[in-house]
């Protein structure tokens, strides 16, 4: 996110890389693939991966990048990837003590930071989001300057009671406090959804599993299972409020249409938690061999001033799709909390 930074705002001297985005032209020839039931197949293995941000970073900016503007990013993401990947100097010391940690490898040496992972393991995107054949500056596409909307009056003050009861409760104090994700409950982010968005880390990998009845979508991270049913919808009372929500599918055309209701409260979405009220509607249309079209309208007048939408392209992953054992061998929620209670002591 750095890089796409740079080069967008800073306008450096990147060198366009051979496998860069360009611009495909459709096949006239691609016929849209179809179960027995004769609806579009949408399974198999997936990812939305993308350095393209979920809002837009500047206010001056258009919805669209230029096909140059692609190239220099891409290769910019390429050059820091390679640059992560190449032998550590043998020679080198030791971190400076208090080193800041962000989270990504590829920086955490620059900023002085110890990491938690290498390069290896992050594939947190390299390619510019491309829909309807533009490489897109935002995945939100409304309101129309790729920002989120401002938050309601009922979302502020929400936010100030959190702040006056930030000092009653640590973060630290139980296990429940812990983000959902730490607890290996559900995916980082947004990633399992409803609506389904790119973490920018890894595992951004799903795998959709198709019948007459139900569509199943495995998310990698976390190996969170969303199960969506086909036909007239018989929700469930407000009260009960499973993680993913009550998702309900239809057929419009050659689009599968998915609504979801009573989203728990713990799953926020962009640090916002749902009300009883919010509403997700999903858009997935089979658009070439190696692409679904991913829409998405989040609808919850409690947390936000007007409803927002987004596209994201779901790419053909050109691999296999397994188990996020977040669990197995997981000691770090146990030793987070011994560390909180060693310093607390510590500061007695």
Same mark, same amino acid.
């Not at 693939?33 to 609806?39: L, V």
């Not at 976390?222 to 018989?234: F, N, Q, Y």
């Not at 997700?280 to 991913?294: L, M």
């Given at each position: 996110?750095?890089?796409?930074?740079?080069? @967008?705002?800073?306008? #450096?001297? /990147?060198?366009?890389?051979?496998?860069?985005?360009? *611009? =495909? =032209?459709?096949?006239?020839?691609?016929?849209?693939?179809?179960?027995?039931?004769?609806?579009?197949?949408?399974?198999?293995? /997936?990812?939305?991966?993308?350095?393209?941000?979920?809002? %837009? /970073?500047?206010?001056? !900016?258009?919805?669209?990048?230029?096909?140059?503007?692609?190239?220099?990013?891409?290769?910019?993401?390429?050059?820091?990837? *390679?640059?992560?990947?190449?032998?550590?100097?043998?020679? &080198? #010391?030791?971190?400076? @003590?208090?080193?800041?940690?962000?989270?990504?490898?590829?920086?955490?040496?620059?900023?002085?930071?110890?990491?938690?992972?290498?390069?290896?393991?992050?594939?947190?995107?390299?390619?510019?989001?491309?829909?309807?054949? *533009?490489? %897109?500056?935002?995945?939100?596409?409304?309101?129309?300057?790729?920002?989120?909307?401002?938050?309601?009056?009922?979302?502020?003050?929400?936010?100030?009671?959190?702040? &006056?009861?930030?000092?009653? @409760?640590?973060?630290?104090?139980?296990?429940?406090? %812990?983000?959902?994700?730490?607890?290996?409950?559900?995916?980082?982010?947004?990633?399992?959804?409803?609506?389904?968005?790119?973490?920018?880390?890894?595992?951004?990998?799903?795998?959709?599993?198709?019948?007459?009845?139900?569509?199943?979508?495995?998310?990698?991270?976390?190996?969170?299972? +969303?199960?969506?049913?086909?036909?007239?919808? =018989? +929700?469930?009372?407000?009260?009960?409020?499973?993680? !993913?929500?009550?998702?309900? #599918?239809?057929?419009?055309?050659?689009?599968?249409?998915?609504?979801?209701?009573?989203?728990?409260?713990?799953?926020?979405?962009?640090?916002?938690?749902?009300?009883?009220? !919010? &509403?997700?509607? *999903? &858009?997935?249309?089979?658009?070439?061999?190696?692409?679904?079209?991913?829409?998405?309208?989040?609808?919850?007048?409690?947390?936000?001033?007007?409803?927002? +939408? #987004?596209?994201?392209?779901?790419?053909?992953?050109?691999?296999?799709?397994?188990?996020?054992?977040?669990?197995?061998?997981?000691?770090?929620?146990?030793?987070?909390?011994?560390?909180?209670?060693?310093?607390?002591?510590?500061? =007695?």
């Amino acid at each position: 996110m750095r890089v796409l930074a740079m080069a @967008v705002f800073v306008g #450096g001297p /990147w060198l366009a890389h051979p496998a860069c985005a360009q *611009e =495909k =032209k459709a096949d006239p020839d691609w016929v849209v693939p179809r179960t027995p039931a004769g609806h579009p197949d949408l399974q198999g293995n /997936w990812s939305n991966a993308t350095i393209t941000p979920i809002q %837009r /970073w500047g206010e001056d !900016m258009g919805p669209v990048f230029t096909w140059e503007q692609v190239r220099a990013i891409e290769s910019g993401v390429m050059s820091a990837q *390679e640059a992560a990947a190449a032998d550590s100097d043998p020679d &080198r #010391g030791p971190p400076p @003590v208090g080193g800041q940690f962000t989270g990504d490898a590829r920086f955490d040496a620059a900023s002085g930071g110890t990491g938690g992972y290498n390069s290896f393991y992050i594939d947190s995107g390299d390619r510019v989001a491309i829909f309807n054949g *533009e490489p %897109r500056t935002s995945l939100v596409v409304a309101p129309e300057n790729g920002q989120l909307p401002p938050l309601s009056e009922q979302a502020r003050e929400w936010f100030a009671e959190r702040r &006056r009861n930030r000092g009653e @409760v640590g973060a630290f104090d139980n296990p429940e406090n %812990r983000p959902l994700a730490e607890r290996c409950i559900m995916s980082f982010g947004s990633n399992g959804g409803p609506p389904m968005l790119p973490n920018y880390f890894y595992n951004n990998n799903y795998t959709i599993v198709q019948t007459p009845d139900h569509i199943m979508i495995m998310t990698e991270m976390v190996h969170d299972v +969303r199960v969506i049913r086909m036909g007239e919808p =018989k +929700r469930l009372p407000k009260h009960i409020r499973p993680w !993913m929500g009550d998702s309900w #599918g239809r057929w419009e055309g050659d689009t599968l249409v998915v609504e979801t209701t009573n989203i728990h409260s713990r799953q926020s979405l962009q640090g916002i938690p749902p009300s009883e009220e !919010m &509403r997700v509607i *999903e &858009r997935f249309t089979r658009a070439s061999e190696d692409r679904i079209h991913y829409e998405f309208t989040v609808e919850d007048p409690l947390r936000w001033a007007e409803a927002w +939408r #987004g596209e994201v392209p779901f790419n053909r992953l050109g691999g296999l799709v397994y188990e996020y054992a977040c669990h197995e061998g997981n000691y770090a929620l146990e030793n987070v909390l011994r560390g909180a209670r060693a310093e607390e002591r510590r500061n =007695k």
